[in-house]
C-alpha cells in the first residue's frame, strides 16, 4: 500500500505549517490504495516509533455521516501516550478518500462499506492473511458504528473489543426514525439539504460547540455539492423499513455482536435529537455485558462535545492492557462482617408478630387531613400482596422500577415489594427538580414505572421508558387510564395480588446478597445527579449502620425531615413520621410540623438536613403545647447532608433540650461514614485550638463501626501519593466499609475514577483527620482554591463568616486561573437583620465587608495564606434542590468572576 501526504488536497494556508488540519499534524495522514480504491486515513504510527514505541495494538475508527477521520484527532493524540496505534479512516466517497461516481438513488450500500473497509484492513494488515497478530478494537462513531459493528463482527479473531458512540445497529418498525433523519429523507428535501447546499453538515456541526477553525477543518472536504454527493448517499442508505436493500445487512451487524464475546464500551451523550437513548437500550440487550459511560449534557458529536479519547484509552488500559488503575493499598477486611438480613426481614417480623402488627409502622402528616397511619401489619399485607400483582403483570427479578411517589406507606410498600422480587428499586426524588429528575429516569432506562398522578403526566409528555403504573386506589376511569398511557394501579394490583394469595400463590424466591437492590441518585450538588447502585449486602449494612448510630428500634420512633430516611428507619424496625412539608423544599420544615409529627409518633429520634434545622428553629415561635412536650421527650437529634458548624447545631437544643444532638457523615455512595454529638464537636475544637479555624473545616467525627478513612494528600489542587492516616494532611477524604456503593449507573469513568485504590471509594470531599482519627471536612475537590501561596479549602473560612450576626448562607471561592486565584466571599443575609439583604446582587456594602474580612483574618491570624480580595451579596445563595444546604460554590464561583470582571450582574 502506498503511504504519504503528498496528494492531499486540503487548504493548508489557515493552519499551523505543522498542522494540516487544527490537531492533526502532516505526520499523521496518508493516502493509499485497497481494493481498487484510493483511500486517506489518519495513523499515528510514525510518531509513536519516533518516540521508541512498538504499538499494543489498534483501535481502527471509523466516522459517520457526514464527519470524516477528523473527529477522531483526539483519539490518535490519546493513542500516543497509551502506547496504542489508531488508524482512523475516511470512507470511501467522504473525507479526503475517493469519490467512484455513483447516480442518485443508488449510494453506496452498507453491504459495500463493509467490504471497502475489510479490504482496506486486509492491504493495511489488520486482519486476513496479513495480519500480525496484534489486537484490534473497532470505534465507531453515528453510522460508522455500524461499520464499525459490522467489521468486528466479521473478524472476531482480530477483534479485542469494540468501542460505540452514539450510534444505532437496530430500528424497531413501530417505532419513527427521530425527526431529524425523517425530514432529510424526504424527498423534497434530501437532495438539496445533503448535496446541493451543506445544510445537512452544518445542521451537524451546530450540534456541537465548535471553533470556527475547526468548522473549517469538517466543511475542507465538502465544498461542492459532488463532493457531498456521499453525504447523500449515506442518509438514502439509511434502513428505514423492512423492504430496504441494506435492512438485511443491519440485522446481520446487529445479531453479529449479539455472539462477540469480547469487551466492549459504550459512550453516550444523552442529548443526541438523532441517536436517542432507545439506540443504547437497543445495544446493552444486544451486549449485556458492555461497560457504559453517559456524558450528561453531550449531544450527537460526542467526541467534541466529552473526552471520548480519555475515556476510551483508559478503558483500554484497564480491560486490555490489565493496567491498575493506582499502586497497592491494602484490602484487608474493615473487622467483623455483619450478618446479612434483607431489607424488609423488620417489616416482616413486625407485621406478622400478633402483638406489633397493630402498632403504627408509617405516619405521614398532612396540612388537611391529618396523620394517616398506617400499621405493620397493614403494610406487611400491602407489600406481599403489591409483589404478587407485580410479579402476575411481569416485573421480573432484575428489571428496573422507578419509584416516583411522595414519602408515605405508599412508596414503602412499593419499595419493598420492588425489593422482594429481586426487581431493582429506581429511587430518584422530586427534590431534583424536572430536569434532574428527567436526567436520572432516562439515565436509568426503568423497565416499569409506579408513579402518582403527576409523575405519570410528566412521564408521558417527557416520553420516559417503562410500563406505567398509577400508584392509587381502584378508581381509575378509562379516560385518564388513556390519557396517562398506565396498565393498571397499585389497588388493582394488591387486589390482584390478594386473590392469589387466597389461592395458595407465593412470591418466587429471594434475591441473592450480591443482585443489584436499588439505584439511589446523588443531591447533584456538584454536577449532574449520579444514580449510585447498592447491592441487598450493601443496602442491608446500611439500614444496620443507620439503626446502630441513631439508635432505631421498633421501641423508639423516628421522625425523618428529610423524607427518604422515613425509609431506612422502617428498614430498621422503627415506626417512622413524616412532617407535613414540601419533601422538594427541606428548607421548609418549621417547627409546628417538626413538632406534630413527634407527638403523632411518640419520637425518640429526630433527622432534619441543616437548612430544615434553620427553618425550624426560626419558626420555634408557632410551637403548640403539644408539640413543644413532644419535642422534649426526643432523646437524639441528627442532622446531615452538609457539614454544619457547632454554633449552627447547637441552635436545635432551643427545639429539643433534651436530645443529644448528633451529626454523622456520608454521602450516597456510603451512609453514613463517621458520626460525632455536639459535646464530641466542642471536645475536638478545643483540642484543636492550635490550629487555624481556616484549616480546621468542621469536624464530624470519628469513623462508625466497619468504616476505614485514609486521606490522599493534594498539593496545588492534585492528588499526591497514596491515602494515608497520618494526622494533619489536608487530601482527599477515601473510604471503604461494607455499606459503600457497588457502582456508579453507566458511569464507568466515574466509577474507575472513584476507585483509583480498587476497594476503596474516593468521595471527592477534601478534609483531615486529627492525631485522635477524628475527621474534619474542609470542602469538595471541585471547590478548591489553588492560590500562588499555596491551595484554600473553603469550609473553614465560610464557618467563620457564619458566625457574624445576620449571616444565613456564606460561600468562599475562587476567581481567577489555577495557581493563582483570588479568594471572594459570597454572603446571604437576614433580612429581618441586614435592610438590603434583598437588593440586588453585587458588591457587598462597606460595613457588611468589612466584617467578613474581619472574620477572615481572624480565622487566618497564626495561618496567613490569602487575604479576602472582594465580598459579595446575593438575596439567595444557590444550593442543591435536595436538601438546600450544600452550596453551589462552583455556580457561584463563575458568577463571581463575571462581576469583577464588570460584566452584568445578574443573580448566580
Same mark, same amino acid.
Given at each position: *500500500?502506498?503511504?504519504?501526504?503528498?496528494?492531499?488536497?486540503?487548504?493548508?494556508?489557515?493552519?499551523?505549517?505543522?498542522?494540516?488540519?487544527?490537531?492533526?499534524?502532516?505526520?499523521?495522514?496518508?493516502?493509499?490504495?485497497?481494493?481498487?480504491?484510493?483511500?486517506?486515513?489518519? =495513523?499515528?504510527?510514525?510518531?509513536?516509533?519516533?518516540?521508541?514505541?512498538?504499538?499494543?495494538?489498534?483501535?481502527?475508527?471509523?466516522? #459517520?455521516?457526514?464527519?470524516?477521520?477528523?473527529?477522531?484527532?483526539?483519539?490518535? =493524540?490519546?493513542?500516543?501516550?497509551?502506547?496504542?496505534?489508531?488508524?482512523?479512516?475516511?470512507?470511501?466517497?467522504?473525507? @479526503?478518500?475517493?469519490?467512484?461516481?455513483?447516480?442518485?438513488?443508488?449510494?453506496?450500500?452498507?453491504?459495500?462499506?463493509?467490504?471497502?473497509?475489510?479490504?482496506?484492513?486486509?492491504?493495511?494488515?489488520?486482519?486476513?492473511?496479513?495480519?500480525?497478530?496484534?489486537?484490534?478494537?473497532?470505534?465507531?462513531?453515528?453510522?460508522?458504528?455500524?461499520?464499525?459493528? #459490522?467489521?468486528?463482527?466479521?473478524?472476531?479473531?482480530?477483534?479485542?473489543?469494540?468501542?460505540?458512540?452514539?450510534?444505532?445497529?437496530?430500528?424497531?418498525?413501530?417505532?419513527?426514525?427521530?425527526?431529524?433523519?425523517?425530514?432529510?429523507? *424526504?424527498?423534497?428535501?434530501?437532495?438539496?439539504?445533503?448535496?446541493?447546499?451543506?445544510?445537512?453538515?452544518?445542521?451537524?456541526?451546530?450540534?456541537?460547540?465548535?471553533?470556527?477553525?475547526?468548522?473549517?477543518?469538517?466543511?475542507?472536504?465538502?465544498?461542492?455539492?459532488?463532493?457531498?454527493?456521499?453525504?447523500?448517499?449515506?442518509?438514502?442508505?439509511?434502513?428505514?423499513?423492512?423492504?430496504?436493500?441494506?435492512?438485511?445487512?443491519?440485522?446481520?451487524?446487529?445479531?453479529?455482536?449479539?455472539?462477540?464475546?469480547?469487551?466492549?464500551?459504550?459512550?453516550?451523550?444523552?442529548?443526541?435529537?438523532?441517536?436517542?437513548?432507545?439506540?443504547?437500550?437497543?445495544?446493552?440487550?444486544?451486549?449485556?455485558?458492555?461497560?457504559?459511560?453517559?456524558?450528561?449534557?453531550?449531544?450527537?458529536?460526542?467526541?467534541?462535545?466529552?473526552?471520548?479519547?480519555?475515556?476510551?484509552?483508559?478503558?483500554?488500559?484497564?480491560?486490555?492492557? #490489565?493496567?491498575?488503575?493506582?499502586?497497592?493499598? +491494602?484490602?484487608?477486611?474493615?473487622?467483623?462482617?455483619?450478618?446479612?438480613?434483607?431489607?424488609?426481614?423488620?417489616?416482616?417480623?413486625?407485621?406478622?408478630?400478633?402483638?406489633?402488627?397493630?402498632?403504627?409502622?408509617?405516619?405521614?402528616?398532612?396540612?388537611?387531613?391529618?396523620?394517616?397511619?398506617?400499621?405493620?401489619?397493614?403494610?406487611?399485607?400491602?407489600?406481599?400482596?403489591?409483589?404478587?400483582?407485580?410479579?402476575?403483570?411481569?416485573?421480573?427479578?432484575?428489571?428496573?422500577?422507578?419509584?416516583?411517589?411522595?414519602?408515605?406507606?405508599?412508596?414503602?410498600?412499593?419499595?419493598?415489594?420492588?425489593?422482594?422480587?429481586?426487581?431493582?428499586?429506581?429511587?430518584?426524588?422530586?427534590? $431534583?427538580?424536572?430536569?434532574?429528575?428527567?436526567?436520572?429516569?432516562?439515565?436509568?432506562?426503568?423497565?416499569?414505572?409506579?408513579?402518582?398522578?403527576?409523575?405519570?403526566?410528566?412521564? %408521558?409528555?417527557?416520553?420516559?421508558?417503562?410500563?406505567?403504573?398509577?400508584?392509587?386506589?381502584?378508581?381509575?376511569?378509562?379516560? %385518564?387510564?388513556?390519557?396517562?398511557?398506565?396498565?393498571?394501579? +397499585?389497588?388493582?394490583?394488591?387486589?390482584?395480588?390478594?386473590? *392469589?394469595?387466597?389461592?395458595?400463590?407465593?412470591?418466587?424466591?429471594?434475591?441473592?446478597?450480591?443482585?443489584?437492590?436499588?439505584?439511589?441518585?446523588?443531591?447533584?450538588?456538584? #454536577?449532574?445527579?449520579?444514580?449510585?447502585?447498592?447491592? @441487598?449486602?450493601?443496602?442491608?449494612?446500611?439500614?444496620?449502620?443507620?439503626?446502630?448510630?441513631?439508635?432505631?428500634?421498633?421501641?423508639?420512633?423516628?421522625?425523618?425531615?428529610?423524607?427518604?430516611?422515613?425509609?431506612?428507619?422502617?428498614?430498621?424496625?422503627?415506626?417512622?413520621?413524616?412532617?407535613?412539608?414540601?419533601?422538594?423544599?427541606?428548607?421548609?420544615?418549621?417547627?409546628?410540623?417538626?413538632?406534630?409529627?413527634?407527638?403523632?409518633?411518640?419520637?425518640?429520634?429526630?433527622?432534619?438536613?441543616?437548612?430544615?434545622?434553620?427553618?425550624?428553629?426560626?419558626?420555634?415561635?408557632?410551637?403548640?403545647?403539644?408539640?413543644?412536650?413532644?419535642?422534649?421527650?426526643?432523646?437524639?437529634?441528627?442532622?446531615?447532608?452538609?457539614?454544619?458548624?457547632?454554633?449552627?447545631?447547637?441552635?436545635?437544643?432551643?427545639?429539643?433540650?433534651?436530645?443529644?444532638?448528633?451529626?454523622?457523615?456520608? *454521602?450516597?455512595?456510603?451512609?453514613?461514614?463517621?458520626?460525632?454529638? $455536639?459535646?464530641?464537636?466542642?471536645?475536638?475544637?478545643?483540642?484543636?485550638?492550635?490550629?487555624?479555624?481556616?484549616?480546621?473545616?468542621?469536624?464530624?467525627?470519628?469513623?462508625?463501626?466497619?468504616?476505614?478513612?485514609?486521606?490522599?494528600?493534594?498539593?496545588?489542587?492534585?492528588?499526591?501519593?497514596?491515602? +494515608?492516616? =497520618?494526622?494533619?494532611?489536608?487530601?482527599?477524604?477515601?473510604?471503604?466499609?461494607?455499606?459503600?456503593? =457497588? %457502582?456508579?449507573?453507566?458511569?464507568?469513568?466515574?466509577?474507575?475514577?472513584?476507585?483509583?485504590?480498587?476497594?476503596?471509594?474516593?468521595?471527592?470531599?477534601?478534609?483531615?483527620?486529627?492525631?485522635?482519627?477524628?475527621?474534619?471536612?474542609?470542602?469538595?475537590?471541585?471547590?478548591?482554591?489553588?492560590?500562588?501561596?499555596?491551595?484554600?479549602?473553603?469550609?473553614?473560612?465560610?464557618?467563620?463568616?457564619?458566625?457574624?450576626?445576620?449571616?444565613?448562607?456564606?460561600?468562599?471561592?475562587?476567581?481567577?486561573?489555577?495557581?493563582?486565584?483570588?479568594?471572594?466571599?459570597?454572603?446571604?443575609?437576614?433580612?429581618?437583620?441586614?435592610?438590603?439583604?434583598?437588593?440586588?446582587?453585587?458588591?457587598?456594602?462597606?460595613?457588611?465587608?468589612?466584617?467578613?474580612?474581619?472574620?477572615?483574618?481572624?480565622?487566618?491570624?497564626?495561618?496567613?495564606?490569602?487575604?479576602?480580595?472582594?465580598?459579595?451579596?446575593?438575596?439567595?445563595?444557590?444550593?442543591?434542590?435536595?436538601?438546600?444546604?450544600?452550596?453551589? %460554590?462552583?455556580?457561584?464561583?463563575?458568577?463571581?468572576?463575571?462581576?469583577?470582571?464588570?460584566?452584568?450582574?445578574?443573580?448566580?
Amino acid at each position: *500500500m502506498v503511504t504519504g501526504a503528498d496528494d492531499l488536497t486540503a487548504n493548508e494556508s489557515s493552519v499551523r505549517r505543522d498542522e494540516l488540519w487544527p490537531g492533526v499534524p502532516a505526520s499523521w495522514s496518508h493516502h493509499g490504495v485497497a481494493g481498487g480504491l484510493h483511500w486517506h486515513y489518519l =495513523d499515528n504510527l510514525t510518531d509513536l516509533r519516533a518516540a521508541g514505541l512498538e504499538p499494543r495494538g489498534t483501535i481502527l475508527a471509523v466516522h #459517520g455521516n457526514p464527519t470524516w477521520s477528523y473527529v477522531w484527532r483526539t483519539v490518535l =493524540d490519546a493513542g500516543l501516550a497509551a502506547a496504542w496505534r489508531v488508524v482512523a479512516v475516511d470512507q470511501i466517497g467522504m473525507g @479526503h478518500s475517493e469519490r467512484p461516481p455513483s447516480p442518485p438513488g443508488q449510494p453506496r450500500r452498507l453491504g459495500q462499506r463493509l467490504d471497502d473497509l475489510a479490504a482496506f484492513t486486509d492491504e493495511l494488515g489488520l486482519s486476513g492473511a496479513t495480519w500480525d497478530g496484534r489486537p484490534v478494537i473497532p470505534l465507531g462513531h453515528d453510522w460508522g458504528g455500524v461499520v464499525a459493528s #459490522g467489521w468486528a463482527g466479521r473478524h472476531p479473531r482480530e477483534t479485542a473489543a469494540l468501542i460505540l458512540t452514539n450510534t444505532g445497529l437496530h430500528q424497531d418498525e413501530g417505532e419513527h426514525l427521530p425527526a431529524l433523519l425523517r425530514l432529510a429523507l *424526504m424527498p423534497g428535501v434530501l437532495p438539496g439539504a445533503t448535496e446541493r447546499s451543506p445544510a445537512f453538515l452544518q445542521a451537524t456541526l451546530a450540534l456541537a460547540d465548535l471553533d470556527e477553525d475547526v468548522k473549517d477543518a469538517y466543511r475542507a472536504p465538502y465544498r461542492s455539492a459532488r463532493s457531498r454527493a456521499a453525504i447523500r448517499g449515506f442518509v438514502e442508505d439509511i434502513p428505514a423499513h423492512p423492504g430496504h436493500p441494506s435492512h438485511e445487512t443491519l440485522a446481520e451487524v446487529a445479531a453479529g455482536i449479539s455472539d462477540l464475546e469480547r469487551p466492549a464500551l459504550l459512550l453516550w451523550g444523552p442529548r443526541d435529537p438523532v441517536f436517542q437513548e432507545r439506540y443504547l437500550h437497543d445495544l446493552l440487550q444486544r451486549l449485556p455485558h458492555a461497560d457504559v459511560h453517559r456524558f450528561e449534557g453531550a449531544s450527537h458529536l460526542l467526541p467534541e462535545d466529552a473526552d471520548v479519547a480519555g475515556v476510551a484509552l483508559r478503558w483500554i488500559q484497564r480491560r486490555i492492557d #490489565g493496567l491498575p488503575a493506582a499502586g497497592p493499598l +491494602t484490602t484487608d477486611p474493615t473487622g467483623t462482617e455483619r450478618p446479612f438480613q434483607p431489607i424488609w426481614s423488620a417489616m416482616q417480623e413486625q407485621g406478622s408478630d400478633p402483638q406489633s402488627a397493630a402498632r403504627p409502622a408509617v405516619v405521614a402528616m398532612t396540612e388537611d387531613a391529618g396523620p394517616q397511619i398506617t400499621t405493620w401489619g397493614e403494610l406487611l399485607e400491602r407489600t406481599e400482596h403489591l409483589a404478587l400483582g407485580l410479579s402476575d403483570s411481569g416485573v421480573r427479578a432484575g428489571q428496573r422500577v422507578s419509584l416516583l411517589i411522595p414519602p408515605g406507606p405508599e412508596l414503602t410498600a412499593a419499595l419493598f415489594a420492588v425489593l422482594r422480587l429481586g426487581a431493582v428499586a429506581v429511587v430518584a426524588d422530586a427534590g $431534583l427538580g424536572v430536569s434532574g429528575l428527567t436526567r436520572a429516569v432516562r439515565g436509568a432506562r426503568p423497565d416499569h414505572i409506579i408513579g402518582i398522578e403527576r409523575a405519570l403526566a410528566a412521564a %408521558r409528555t417527557l416520553r420516559w421508558p417503562g410500563q406505567r403504573y398509577l400508584a392509587a386506589g381502584l378508581e381509575s376511569s378509562p379516560w %385518564r387510564r388513556r390519557a396517562l398511557g398506565y396498565a393498571g394501579t +397499585t389497588g388493582e394490583l394488591v387486589e390482584r395480588g390478594e386473590g *392469589m394469595a387466597r389461592r395458595g400463590a407465593s412470591l418466587p424466591g429471594e434475591p441473592a446478597p450480591e443482585d443489584d437492590a436499588a439505584i439511589l441518585f446523588t443531591s447533584g450538588s456538584t #454536577g449532574p445527579a449520579k444514580g449510585v447502585v447498592h447491592t @441487598h449486602r450493601s443496602l442491608s449494612a446500611m439500614v444496620a449502620t443507620v439503626a446502630e448510630i441513631c439508635q432505631l428500634s421498633p421501641e423508639r420512633p423516628f421522625v425523618a425531615g428529610f423524607a427518604p430516611f422515613a425509609l431506612l428507619g422502617t428498614a430498621t424496625g422503627a415506626p417512622s413520621a413524616v412532617p407535613a412539608m414540601d419533601v422538594t423544599a427541606p428548607a421548609t420544615l418549621t417547627a409546628a410540623a417538626l413538632g406534630e409529627a413527634a407527638a403523632a409518633i411518640g419520637a425518640s429520634a429526630v433527622f432534619a438536613s441543616p437548612s430544615a434545622l434553620e427553618n425550624a428553629v426560626r419558626t420555634a415561635g408557632g410551637l403548640s403545647g403539644a408539640g413543644r412536650e413532644a419535642l422534649a421527650q426526643v432523646e437524639i437529634f441528627l442532622s446531615a447532608g452538609a457539614p454544619i458548624s457547632a454554633s449552627r447545631l447547637a441552635r436545635a437544643q432551643q427545639l429539643l433540650p433534651n436530645a443529644s444532638l448528633r451529626t454523622p457523615y456520608g *454521602m450516597t455512595e456510603a451512609l453514613p461514614v463517621t458520626n460525632i454529638s $455536639l459535646e464530641e464537636i466542642l471536645e475536638a475544637e478545643s483540642q484543636a485550638a492550635g490550629v487555624s479555624p481556616a484549616r480546621r473545616g468542621t469536624c464530624v467525627g470519628f469513623p462508625v463501626p466497619g468504616v476505614e478513612v485514609r486521606i490522599a494528600a493534594v498539593e496545588a489542587g492534585a492528588r499526591v501519593g497514596d491515602p +494515608t492516616q =497520618d494526622p494533619h494532611v489536608t487530601g482527599e477524604v477515601v473510604v471503604r466499609g461494607p455499606h459503600v456503593k =457497588d %457502582r456508579y449507573d453507566r458511569l464507568w469513568a466515574t466509577e474507575d475514577d472513584s476507585r483509583t485504590w480498587p476497594g476503596w471509594h474516593r468521595t471527592g470531599d477534601v478534609g483531615h483527620l486529627d492525631t485522635s482519627g477524628r475527621l474534619w471536612i474542609e470542602g469538595r475537590m471541585a471547590h478548591l482554591i489553588t492560590s500562588d501561596r499555596g491551595i484554600v479549602t473553603p469550609v473553614g473560612i465560610e464557618n467563620a463568616v457564619l458566625d457574624l450576626p445576620g449571616v444565613l448562607r456564606a460561600a468562599a471561592v475562587g476567581v481567577g486561573p489555577a495557581g493563582t486565584q483570588r479568594l471572594v466571599v459570597v454572603v446571604e443575609t437576614d433580612p429581618a437583620f441586614h435592610r438590603g439583604a434583598l437588593a440586588a446582587p453585587g458588591l457587598a456594602p462597606p460595613g457588611l465587608s468589612r466584617a467578613v474580612r474581619s472574620a477572615c483574618a481572624d480565622a487566618f491570624a497564626s495561618d496567613p495564606v490569602v487575604p479576602v480580595s472582594a465580598v459579595l451579596r446575593v438575596p439567595v445563595i444557590p444550593t442543591d434542590v435536595r436538601h438546600n444546604a450544600k452550596v453551589d %460554590r462552583s455556580r457561584l464561583a463563575t458568577w463571581a468572576a463575571g462581576v469583577l470582571a464588570g460584566g452584568k450582574v445578574g443573580a448566580p
